[in-house]
């Protein structure tokens, strides 16, 4: 396994899983988060949170879709878990990414994805450890997703985060 940077920034799905299948290369910020979170460029751990709404989901995969980008059906996205590293090169106010909604972002390079390690996320920039367990058990409305793979299906893949994932979902580019 990778040597994981200490430090860590926690990233609602299916956003992780575009970071660190090297499709996403800007993480985006309010200023106040930027100010407050002690950003600066380094190489940090990326952490998928627990939370994921099924508004959240439908709008990151409808714009991801706009950008010739499948994501992974909701049910199948590790939340509560370091899932790679990336590093952030800058903070900046405009770029022209389609992926910059500002008004900050953290511009991201050097992406990889890693096996999950149970970890708990917090705000801003923060230490992380192995602790807890990654949320495996899909919400309600994950499980009412339409051609939902059986219990068996969704557990094999969820340990999608390895290397070349993105290849296999039919990357387009960054």
């Known amino acids: 396994m ?6 860590a920034i926690s990233v609602r799905q299916p956003w992780a899983w575009a970071i660190v299948a090297g499709f996403k290369n800007i ?31 439908e709008d990151a995969r409808d714009f991801m879709a706009s950008l010739g980008v ?7 996205l590790v939340r509560g878990a370091i899932v790679g590293a990336a590093t952030v090169t800058a903070i900046v106010k405009a770029h022209e990414s389609p992926w910059f909604f500002g008004p900050r972002g953290l511009v991201l ?9 149970p970890a708990i996320g917090a705000l801003g920039y923060f230490k992380w450890s192995p602790s807890g367990a990654p949320e495996l058990e899909p919400l309600p409305w994950m499980k009412a997703w339409p051609n ?18 993105g290849n296999r979902l039919g990357r387009t580019g960054s």
């Open 70 to 76: 499948r994501c992974p059906r909701p049910d199948c």
């Open 27 to 57: 993480e985006n910020r309010s200023t106040f988060a930027v100010t407050k979170g002690g950003f600066e460029p380094r190489r940090v751990a990326i952490h998928a949170s627990k939370g994921m709404t099924r508004e959240e989901y």
């Open 2 to 7: 990778m040597d994981l940077p200490e430090i």
């Open 148 to 165: 939902r793979p059986g219990r068996r299906e969704a557990a094999a893949a969820l340990p999608l985060l390895d290397p070349g994932y």
């Open 109 to 117: 390079a050097d992406q990889v994805e890693v096996p999950a390690i």
